[in-house]
């Protein structure tokens, strides 16, 4: 078959617009095969559509999402993706020639297969102009009267056209008559589809349902990202420069956009830049595109390439590149890459505004930025009970009251301790963020008996409260009596499985004496990874501890945060002449110190009243 020139090369991804589409010498008819579903389009889709194509500015395109064919023969396409936005430019088309006499133009036919009847009806609305009769009146009363004179047409596919329809006449009539010629001509000549031609691989078994089976489940699906790098190649190929520029240029592109898209890879790099497990980026590169084009989490999914799809970004390859580069020169400086990855994931600023925000500013400046967002941050206030206070205020942080700011100040310190022990490593937010690994907060002292499955496990716990009393002189006496009476009571059961009745007294001694512990405070809690919180479960300090420093090894390959290590290992414990260390337990003084080291490694940003 020859390639038309003019009107494009149908064997290859193109972007056509309406007109060349309508005109194309290869293309007649889009055949709709009985395994997709019927037309569904409702009013707010085919107004969007309508309004989107005429609010395109004079100078721009706007590119609607691919059609997905397949070639049937010689000028009839199957359409495998695309048969709601095909159908209703049909539609749009229909509309115009016969209830405004705009579109005198040959346009394309629709082969419907989805039912019998609703190809001969697409057919009469378009030849027999057979809805004249019931435009401009209620939309339910009037599928009700067509139906009754025409019971043959009565389906659910049948029903969204005629919607369909009336919604597109009643929208046209809305306007003056000079505004419909305007938005004939934005229809034809600046409404683009990226003509996607699918190529169905002979090998196994695979028919053109299930590469549509496959596209509809998101195993085929391309990317807002992808989309993008459609309009970028095809812009490149409709300039007027010569062939071999053009493939220098297309060829420079997709090398720099896998380099791109390989770096993104690199999860150390990826979760520096993002901090949310929501943004999931199969084509990590849309990541920038959506930072350039200021997408939100309200927007959807295919934002950024509608807003280059409908002309209101151009085409500027270097603006994207400037944004990598800009990204690469932060990760490579191990404190930038520190600060940023630490005000990302702590929520204080996000990576768009980052970028916003050291526009035109020196290092120094950039510098300064970050540590004092981080301390304004820490400085917050909040009201509670007509009383204010420091939500960051080191010594009254509480697991139940404050667990993000817990955590956002165990992250940090975690930074800090790395920078301290082990200069110009790199604390990894790969694995602080990522779904598989995502850390949590644990308790160093255990303090949550639901966790509890047996009555070894029980008495376990119930050892390391009794410990710990032993520093606690003012309170001793009370609670070790009511362990006492708890491992009595543990002794007469009958098997090795708790009662609820005991497994609730166990709930009630721990509401009591935590609080009285001081163990929901920032010198109980440590950073874990999920894979190794679970495991440790409610267990005795002892066995944490070697459970962790087991974890930590090079054979087990899993990491353990550095202050998590230092907790287990006492390395933050005063050893002084009048001090021992408590082996088997976490003490009070373990964790007066281990808060003493905290507000040491943090003093530049914790709150003043910290230090």
């Not at 089976?213 to 699906?221: D, S």
């Not at 992808?226 to 592109?253: C, G, M, N, Q, T």
């Not at 003093?603 to 230090?611: A, G, Q, R, V």
């Amino acid at each position: 078959m020859t390639k038309d020139m003019t009107y494009g090369n149908l064997n290859q991804i193109e972007l056509l617009s309406i007109e060349k589409l309508n005109k194309h010498p290869e293309l007649e008819v889009f055949y709709v095969a009985s395994y997709q579903r019927g037309y569904r389009w409702a009013k707010e889709e085919v107004e969007d559509l309508l309004n989107d194509i005429n609010s395109i500015a004079s100078d721009k395109k706007y590119c609607i999402q691919p059609l997905a064919v397949i070639r049937r023969d010689n000028k009839t396409w199957e359409l495998i993706d695309g048969q709601q936005r095909a159908t209703t430019l049909f539609l749009i088309q229909t509309v115009l020639k016969n209830c405004f006499s705009i579109h005198t133009e040959p346009f394309y036919r629709l082969d419907y297969n989805t039912r019998s009847s609703t190809k001969d009806f697409l057919n009469d609305i378009r030849e027999l102009n057979i809805l004249k009769a019931f435009l401009g009146r209620n939309l339910v009363a009037k599928w009700e009267e067509f139906i009754s004179d025409n019971p043959d047409k009565d389906n659910i596919d049948n029903y969204h056209l005629f919607n369909a329809y009336l919604i597109i006449y009643n929208w046209l009539y809305l306007k003056k008559s000079e505004e419909r010629l305007v938005f004939y001509k934005k229809l034809t000549e600046q409404t683009y589809v990226i003509w996607h031609p699918i190529v169905i691989k002979q090998e196994g078994i695979q028919t053109v349902e299930d590469f549509f089976i496959n596209m509809n489940a998101g195993k085929i699906k391309l990317t807002s990202a992808e989309l993008i790098k459609a309009l970028f190649i095809i812009d490149i190929e409709k300039s007027d420069d010569p062939w071999d520029v053009r493939d220098f240029k297309k060829k420079k592109l997709a090398g720099e956009w896998d380099y791109i898209e390989n770096e993104l890879h690199n999860n150390t790099f990826w979760y520096f830049v993002t901090n949310s497990i929501e943004q999931d980026y199969p084509t990590r590169i849309g990541r920038l595109f959506d930072i350039h084009c200021k997408k939100v989490k309200v927007d959807g999914e295919f934002y950024s390439y509608s807003q280059y799809s409908k002309g209101r970004e151009d085409l500027d390859w270097e603006k994207i590149k400037q944004i990598y580069q800009r990204l690469k020169e932060w990760y490579d400086d191990v404190e930038n890459y520190h600060l940023i990855g630490f005000i990302i994931n702590a929520n204080f600023m996000t990576l768009e505004d980052i970028i916003k925000q050291t526009e035109n500013k020196t290092k120094l400046e950039i510098k300064s930025l970050f540590l004092e967002t981080i301390t304004k941050n820490f400085a917050r206030e909040k009201t509670k009970n007509n009383q204010s206070y420091q939500v960051y205020a080191l010594d009254t942080l509480h697991y139940v009251d404050s667990y993000i700011e817990c955590k956002n100040t165990l992250l940090l310190y975690n930074i800090k301790l790395i920078e301290r022990t082990f200069p110009n490593q790199r604390f990894p937010f790969d694995l602080y963020q990522n779904p598989e690994t995502r850390w949590s907060i644990e308790h160093i002292h255990p303090q949550n008996p639901q966790l509890l499955q047996s009555k070894e496990d029980a008495e376990e716990w119930l050892n390391d409260y009794e410990e710990r009393f032993k520093d606690e002189e003012d309170v001793k006496k009370e609670y070790t009596a009511k362990i006492a009476e708890l491992k009595k009571k543990l002794d007469v059961l009958k098997d090795s499985t708790l009662t609820i009745e005991l497994s609730n007294q166990l709930k009630e001694f721990s509401d009591t004496v935590n609080d009285a512990l001081g163990l929901h405070l920032i010198g109980n809690q440590a950073l874990l990874d999920k894979a190794t919180n679970s495991k440790i479960g409610n267990k005795g300090f002892l066995k944490k501890r070697s459970l962790i420093l087991d974890a930590s090894t090079i054979a087990n390959g899993t990491y353990i945060p550095l202050a998590t290590i230092n907790n287990f290992l006492k390395k933050t414990t005063n050893t002084g002449t009048d001090n021992k260390i408590k082996v088997s337990y976490w003490s009070a003084q373990d964790a007066e110190d281990y808060t003493r080291d905290i507000k040491k490694l943090l003093e530049d940003f914790l709150p003043k009243n910290n230090n």
